[in-house]
């Protein structure tokens, strides 16, 4: 079956999409097929794969306005084991548009259907709101990850983020839950990056990840590069952190660790 996450939190900047790249392409090169769902009109994990957003012809956008089947959109193996669900600026205007579409709220989750049982993960992108794309995503997800920068006022937020989706669990999906919240840009020279994941642990005392994501600048090149962190520097601190994620993450799903890594090696 199938597993669907979400890496939402509506504060831009904390590490969405880094964390989304990242653990995608940890997923597929550990042998669990992944699809990566990207639904920020920035499309800032359709480039931080080295896709040129400039030149897609099909997006989320076709897939989410039901004029084209899911099939023809998504991008295939874009890296061994992992396609993409591809975005670009066309789908700012999906936020307005989709208001008076029928089941909105339901659409991605709709063109997901058909696809979804190719995957052992769905990871989904969202953008920096709480607006109808990241509803969609949550409407389609089973699982979120809220990331949180290690900053000051890093809880500010949470509480708005956390009644948005337990509204969600209650209204549209019921088996929607937190996964876990990812410390992000953690900088262990500051008092405050500590006292930051403290006060984070006791509002979430069971959901915080183990893995803390350092502060690197590595991690803010690979984008440009269209490098995941694993091809841009494999031995970084950050390549570890997101490998040591990506393992918490297969360990919390209950995914069948040894027998996916035997079958992507094999052929
Ligand atoms: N751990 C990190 N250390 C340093 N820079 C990071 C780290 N994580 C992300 N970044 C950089 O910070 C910026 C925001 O991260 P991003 O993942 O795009 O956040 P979001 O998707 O939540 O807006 C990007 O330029 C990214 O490359
Ligand atoms: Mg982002």
């Known amino acids: 079956m199938h597993r669907i996450l979400a890496l939402a939190n509506q504060k831009g900047g904390v590490g969405k999409t880094t964390t989304a790249v990242n653990l995608s392409v940890f997923l597929a090169s550990s042998g669990h097929r992944t699809l990566l769902v990207d639904i920020d009109p920035q499309a800032n994990a359709t480039s931080s794969l080295g896709v040129d957003k400039l030149r ?9 306005a039901g004029d084209l089947s899911i099939h023809h959109c998504l991008l295939r193996e874009v890296r061994p084991g992992l396609d993409l669900l591809p975005s670009n600026g066309m789908l700012a205007g999906a936020e307005v548009e989709l208001v008076s579409a029928a089941r ?45 920068q290690c900053e000051y006022l890093a809880l500010e937020g949470l509480v708005q983020l956390v009644n948005t989706i337990d509204l969600i669990k209650r209204r549209l999906n019921p088996p929607l839950d937190v996964f876990g919240v990812l410390m992000t840009m953690f900088d262990a020279r500051t008092r405050l990056a500590v006292q930051v994941v403290e006060e984070v642990r006791r509002f979430f005392p ?8 350092p502060r690197t600048v590595r991690l ?48």
Do not use: H
């Not at 897609?56 to 989410?64: H, K, N, P, S």
């Not at 969202?126 to 809220?146: K, Y």
């Not at 069971?206 to 994501?213: A, L």
């Not at 390549?239 to 890594?261: D, H, I, K, M």
């Open 56 to 64: 897609l012809e099909r997006t989320v956008y076709d897939a989410l």
């Open 220 to 267: 803010a090149e690979a984008p440009s590069y269209g490098k995941a962190i694993f091809e841009y520097d494999p031995s970084s601190r950050a390549a570890r952190a997101y490998a040591e994620l990506g393992t918490e993450v297969v360990e919390r799903l209950n995914l069948p660790t040894t027998a996916g890594a035997v079958a992507a090696g094999s052929d």
């Open 104 to 148: 909105r709220e339901f659409r991605l989750r709709s063109a997901l259907e058909p696809i979804a049982d190719e995957y052992a993960v769905i990871v989904i992108d969202c953008p920096p709101s709480l607006g109808l794309l990241t509803v969609n995503a949550l409407a389609a997800a089973r699982e979120v990850i809220i990331p949180i």
């Open 206 to 213: 069971r959901r915080m990840f183990r893995t803390i994501i």
